[in-house]
């Protein structure tokens, strides 16, 4: 088991940017795959983006495509996740998750951090 710690969230104004951090105590293994997923008061935990922690592909939520880059320090087993343009419905509790297989449903991913608030106002 991983333990993951989240930070960097915070609140902004529509347009704005945020780069949130997951810091992995431990070296991920080569298959791990590592996501970011959020929920929203009222909501499900919803994906919105994933990496294979030792390469491959990256993939987006399509409601943030192009505004979000998810990325991975690997010496330092760090997570990123480069939010700009934010808008209001980016509003949520932001957590980082490691699994072992690419997937958007939030069930497959056994390890969690505490998650981070992220506000955008209009």
């Known amino acids: 088991q991983v333990q993951l710690q989240e930070s960097g969230g915070g609140s902004v104004q529509a347009g704005g940017s945020l780069r949130l951090s997951c810091t992995a105590s431990?070296?991920?293994?080569?298959?791990?795959?590592y996501a970011w997923l959020r929920q929203a008061p009222g909501k499900e935990r919803e994906f919105v983006a994933l990496v294979r922690w030792h390469g491959g592909s990256a993939f987006y939520a399509d409601s943030v495509k192009g505004r979000f880059t998810i990325s991975r320090d690997n010496p330092s087993n760090i997570l990123y996740l480069q939010m700009d343009d934010l808008k209001p419905e980016d509003t949520a509790v932001y957590y980082c998750?490691?699994?072992?297989?690419?997937?958007?449903?939030?069930?497959?991913?056994?390890?969690w951090g505490q998650g981070t608030q992220v506000t955008v106002a209009s």
């Open positions: 998750a490691v699994g072992t297989q690419y997937d958007r449903d939030h069930r497959a991913y056994d390890d």
């Open positions: 431990a070296r991920p293994y080569s298959r791990s795959v």
